[in-house]
């Protein structure tokens, strides 16, 4: 008997991928996603995408997802460096655990940052299943 049930690794990927694809066309809303979607969101990234490490410039040269800019939440002028960030471009934006970045997440909304996607597992949970990073 064949199993209809089973998924393909690939699959699942580009099945997450779709469906952030989707959650993208609705603008300003900040959405949770896992590691699993934020790395098919990066097989096929957005026009625009912008990937922002939200922890301290120490922690993100000892590694951080590729292509991702840094904004130190921690370091007092995180309110100012927003402002420079366009407004309707998406972010994945994400810090070591997803605490830091929830409360960013809090900040670029008020400032009227859309389409945000918090990976709010962390770097930590990207580095457990031995996804890619850049020093």
């Known amino acids: 008997m064949k199993n209809t049930q089973h998924c393909t690794l690939p699959r699942i990927f580009r099945l997450a991928a779709l469906l952030v694809l989707v959650l993208l066309a609705v603008p300003a809303l900040a959405r949770d996603i896992s590691v699993q979607d934020a790395a098919a969101l ?9 990937i922002l ?10 590694g951080h997802l590729p292509g991702a800019v840094n904004m130190d939440y921690l370091g007092g002028s995180f309110e100012k460096q927003i402002e420079s960030l366009p407004k309707d471009a998406p972010v994945l934006l994400y810090c070591r655990t997803g605490n830091r970045s929830a409360r960013a997440d809090e900040a670029m909304t008020k400032a009227g940052i859309g389409n945000i996607l918090h990976m ?6 990207w580095q457990r299943l031995d996804l890619p990073v850049e020093k």
């Open 42 to 50: 990066l097989e096929n990234p957005p026009q625009g995408l912008i």
């Open 53 to 62: 490490d939200v922890r301290t410039p120490a922690e993100f040269s000892a």
């Open 120 to 125: 709010h597992e962390g770097i930590i949970a």
